[in-house]
C-alpha cells in the first residue's frame, strides 16, 4: 500500500485546496499518494495535473464529497 | 451540476485591472461632490448635483468595475472567447470614463451639448463592449443558469443604453417630442433591474456557494428569478406606448411583483449565508450581507412608498430609495467581490509565472486590517447617507465619508497591485538568471 496524505478542503475558501495541494505536490515522493476532498469538481487542478506529470483518479461519494487520489506517473 | 472554470482563457491582468483601479476614484470624486453641494444635493432626485452624482456612481463607478468584472468573468466561467481582451478594454475603458465625465457635468453644468457628446461616446464605447460580449457568450459551449442570466444581464444593459441614448438625445436637442418621464421611468428599471440585478443574480449563483461555502440556490428559484424579472421588465416597458404621461395601476403592480422578485432574492441570499458550512465571517460575506439587507430594505421601501403617498409622494423618497440600492446594494456587493477578486487574480497570474512554493498565498495579496477599515467606513458612509436623506445638512459628512471609503479603497487595490508587480518582476529576475546560468553551464559542456 502506498502512503497517503489527505487534503480536505471541503470546508477551504478556493483557491486554498488548490494552493495547499499545490504545495503538497512539491513534496510528493515517488509511490506517495496525496488525496484530495472537496465538494466539487477541480477543471483547474486536472489540466495542472495532466501538464505535470500527475496520474489521478476522481470518484464522488455518497455525501457528495469528490474523492480524487493524485500520486506521480 | 458544478460549473467548470477555465483559466486558461483569463485574459491579461491588465484587462480588468485598469477598470477596478479607475472606479473608486470617480467614487472619490461624487463623495467630493456630495459634500461641496450639500444639502441642495438631497433636495429632490431632479436636482443637477443628484442626477450628476447617480450617473457618476451608476457609470464611473458600478459600470466601470461590472464592465471589467464580466470581462474576466466570462472567459472563465463560461470558457468563452474574447475577442482581443486588451484591444477592447483598450477602448471601452476610457469611453465608459468620458462618457460619464460629460454627463455628470452635463448635468451639473446644465449644456445640452454635453449630454449629445456623453450619448455619441456612450454609444460607441459601450456598443463596442456589448457587441463583444454578446459574440462570446452567443458562441461559448457552456450551458447552466449562470450562462443564460449573463446573456440576459448583457441584454438587459443594451435596453438601458438605448434608453440612455434617447434620453441623452432628448436633452442635448432640447425636444418635447417623446415621453421624457415615461423613458426615465424605463431606462431606470432596465439599468437596475436588467442589468445591474440581472449579473449580480447570475454571478451570486456562482460565487455565493463557492466562496461563502452555502448550499445552492433552489433550482426552481434560479430559473424563476430572472425570467419573472425579465417578464416583470417588458410589461414596465409598455408604459411607453401609453397614451398617457404616467404609469398605469396595473402597471404599478407590476412594478410591486418586481420588488417582491428582488426582496425575495435577498431573502433567499441571507438565508444560504445563514446555512454556510464554514462559521468564519470574512469581509465578502459581511459586504454581500449589507447589500441583501439593503436591496431587501430597498424593496420593502418601494412597497411602502406605494402604500402611504404620504411618504411616497415626498421629494426625497426616491433619494432614500436611491441611496439604498446604489451605494447600499449594489457598491457593497462590487466592494466586496473586489476584495475576492483581485487577490484571486494575482495569485492566478503569479502561479503561472514561477515555482507556486515561492509566491505569496492568496491572504498575503492585501492586509486584513486595512480591508476591513475599509468595509467598515463603507457602511459607516452608507448609514450618512441615509441620514442624509432625513436630514439633509448631513449631506456634507456624509460625502466627506463616502469619498474616504472610496479613497481606502484605491489604496488597497493599489497596494495588491503593487504587490502584484514586485513578485512578477522579481519571478521574472529569477527566471533571467536561471536562464543565463543554464546557458553559461552548456557553453562550458561544449
Not at chain 2, 449589507?290 to 426616491?318: D, I, K, N, T
Not at chain 2, 474616504?404 to 504587490?419: K, P, Q, R
Request: with cysteine; proline share 6%; net charge neutral.
Amino acid at each position: 500500500m502506498p502512503e497517503s496524505r489527505i487534503i480536505d478542503g471541503r470546508e477551504m475558501v478556493p483557491p486554498e485546496p488548490l494552493e495547499k495541494t499545490l504545495e503538497a505536490l512539491d513534496s510528493l515522493a515517488p509511490g506517495e499518494e496525496l488525496t484530495v476532498l472537496l465538494h466539487c469538481e477541480p477543471h483547474p487542478l486536472y489540466s495542472i495535473l495532466n501538464k505535470n506529470g500527475y496520474r489521478y483518479s476522481a470518484r464522488f461519494l455518497a455525501d457528495g464529497t469528490n474523492e480524487i487520489r493524485i500520486s506521480k506517473r | 451540476m458544478q460549473p467548470i472554470l477555465s483559466f486558461e482563457q483569463a485574459p491579461p491582468i491588465s484587462v480588468p485591472y485598469r477598470f477596478f483601479l479607475t472606479a473608486p476614484l470617480f467614487g472619490v470624486i461624487a463623495g467630493l461632490l456630495l459634500a461641496w453641494y450639500g444639502a441642495e444635493a438631497m433636495s429632490s432626485r431632479w436636482s443637477p448635483a443628484a442626477l450628476a452624482l447617480t450617473h457618476l456612481l451608476a457609470v464611473d463607478v458600478m459600470l466601470q468595475v461590472m464592465c471589467g468584472a464580466l470581462l474576466q468573468f466570462v472567459a472563465v466561467v463560461a470558457g468563452a472567447n474574447i475577442w482581443r481582451p486588451h484591444l477592447v478594454a483598450s477602448v471601452v475603458h476610457p469611453m465608459i470614463t468620458a462618457g460619464a465625465v460629460f454627463l455628470a457635468a452635463a448635468f451639473v453644468l446644465g449644456l445640452p451639448i454635453l449630454f449629445l457628446l456623453a450619448g455619441a461616446v456612450f454609444a460607441l464605447g459601450i456598443g463596442f463592449f456589448l457587441t463583444v460580449m454578446m459574440l462570446a457568450l452567443w458562441r461559448t459551449p457552456a450551458r447552466g443558469m449562470t450562462v443564460h442570466v449573463l446573456r440576459l444581464a448583457v441584454f438587459g444593459l443594451l435596453v438601458t443604453l438605448l434608453l440612455g441614448i434617447t434620453l441623452a438625445g432628448i436633452l442635448g436637442l432640447q425636444t418635447s417630442a417623446l415621453p421624457l418621464l415615461l423613458l426615465i421611468n424605463v431606462h431606470v428599471a432596465w439599468g437596475l433591474g436588467g442589468w445591474a440585478l440581472m449579473l449580480v443574480i447570475g454571478v451570486s449563483y456562482l460565487v455565493v456557494p463557492m466562496f461563502q461555502l452555502t448550499p445552492a440556490y433552489p433550482e426552481w428559484l434560479t430559473r424563476a428569478l430572472p425570467f419573472g424579472l425579465l417578464l416583470v421588465l417588458c410589461l414596465w416597458s409598455l408604459q411607453l406606448f401609453s397614451p398617457a404621461d404616467e404609469a398605469q395601476a396595473w402597471q404599478v403592480q407590476v412594478a410591486e411583483a418586481g420588488m417582491l422578485l428582488a426582496g425575495l432574492y435577498a431573502i433567499v441570499t441571507l438565508i444560504l449565508q445563514y446555512q454556510r458550512r464554514r462559521r468564519q465571517t470574512d469581509v465578502t460575506l459581511i459586504l454581500w450581507r449589507v447589500a441583501m439587507l439593503s436591496l431587501l430594505a430597498f424593496s420593502a421601501s418601494w412597497l411602502l412608498f406605494e402604500a402611504s403617498p404620504q411618504f411616497g409622494s415626498h421629494a426625497r423618497a426616491p433619494l432614500w430609495l436611491g441611496v439604498l440600492v446604489f451605494p447600499g446594494a449594489f457598491l457593497s456587493v462590487i466592494i466586496g467581490m473586489l476584495y475576492k477578486i483581485v487577490p484571486f487574480l494575482n495569485w492566478l497570474h503569479l502561479q503561472r509565472l514561477g515555482e507556486p512554493a515561492t509566491m505569496p498565498n492568496m491572504k498575503q495579496m492585501m492586509p486584513e486590517g486595512a480591508v476591513r477599515w475599509q468595509m467598515r467606513l463603507h457602511i459607516s458612509a452608507l448609514a450618512l447617507l441615509l441620514m442624509a436623506v432625513l436630514w439633509p445638512a448631513w449631506a456634507l459628512p456624509a460625502g466627506l465619508a463616502f469619498a474616504a471609503s472610496c479613497l481606502l479603497l484605491e489604496w488597497n487595490l493599489l497596494g495588491a497591485v503593487w504587490l502584484y508587480c514586485r513578485v512578477r518582476d522579481r519571478a521574472v529576475k529569477d527566471r533571467a538568471v536561471k536562464d543565463q546560468i543554464r546557458a553559461v553551464g552548456q557553453d562550458h559542456e561544449t
